[in-house]
């Protein structure tokens, strides 16, 4: 059973405790040796560094771990049981194999966080109540920061479906303009739930010209098609309910 709560709780464990060494997905600070980091560390000062602050935190927390921004994140989804042993991808990789494209103001408690160069992300971090929690670098190891520092500008939700999300809607028809009925009500609600106001008729469970215009906004913030009708994407990807049409 994946628990988000889970992935949070273990990623929230590690703050302050684990550290950053290139190229690991986890290995706890009791197993590592000298030799190991200096195998795969990327350059003798980076090693050197890396070195300092497992020298000062092993014995303290033998139980933390090593790795880097994206081995971190890896070792949460594998140890709550989101992700398979051998699983193991990029900062980039997790942006664009791994997560739907989100908003700031859709973040979440368990999304991820990319700081970008060029087109490429090169850092990852999972957000938590107003905070990201980054295993920032070799001097710092595993911390957790205000949103507003390091420098992200890119977020993703995570592609699994979390056994303790609340009960997904099952939309099992494409709603449009003109369309009533519970579903378009459930869709309005969800519109609503997401920010997209609907100030002159609300959730009246009629597909009018204003819901209309709310989906193209919902439609828009995820990269999707923008033609005021939700089908399997919008479905699955912006209001993230089951698509049964």
Do not use: H
């Given at each position: 059973?994946?628990?988000?709560?889970?992935?949070?709780?273990?990623?929230?464990?590690?703050?302050?405790?684990?550290?950053?060494?290139?190229?690991l997905n986890g290995i706890r600070l009791d197993k590592l040796t000298e030799l190991k980091i200096r195998d795969v560390e990327d350059s003798e000062s980076n090693a050197k560094k890396a070195i300092k602050l497992w020298n000062e935190r092993r014995f303290k927390y033998p139980d933390a771990i090593a790795a880097d921004c994206s081995g971190f994140v890896v070792w949460c989804l594998i140890q709550c049981g989101a992700k398979k042993s051998g699983f193991d991808t990029t900062a980039e990789g997790f942006r664009t194999k791994q997560c739907h494209e989100i908003t700031k103001g859709e973040l979440r408690n368990g999304d991820l966080c990319f700081k970008m160069s060029g087109s490429k992300a090169v850092h990852v971090g999972i957000y938590c109540d107003g905070k990201v929690i980054e295993d920032r670098g070799r001097a710092y190891g595993i911390v957790?920061?205000?949103?507003?520092?390091?420098?992200?500008?890119?977020?993703?939700?995570?592609?699994?479906?979390?056994?303790?999300?609340?009960?997904?809607?099952?939309?099992?028809?494409?709603?449009?303009?003109?369309?009533?009925?519970?579903?378009?009500?459930?869709?309005q609600k969800a519109l609503l739930s997401q920010g997209y106001s609907l100030p002159q008729y609300g959730a009246d469970s009629s597909f009018g010209t204003e819901t209309y215009k709310a989906v193209i906004r919902l439609q828009k913030d995820y990269g999707l098609k923008q033609d005021?009708?939700?089908?399997?994407?919008?479905?699955?990807?912006?209001?993230?309910?089951?698509?049964?049409?």
């Open positions: 059973m994946a628990l988000l709560s889970n992935f949070i709780n273990l990623a929230k464990g590690q703050i302050d405790r684990g550290i950053y060494v290139w190229s957790s920061r205000s949103l507003v520092l390091g420098g992200w500008s890119k977020y993703g939700r995570l592609m699994i479906n979390w056994d303790d999300e609340p009960k997904k809607y099952v939309l099992t028809r494409i709603l449009k303009k003109g369309t009533r009925g519970s579903d378009v009500k459930e869709l005021g009708i939700v089908g399997k994407n919008t479905c699955e990807v912006a209001l993230r309910w089951i698509w049964r049409g």
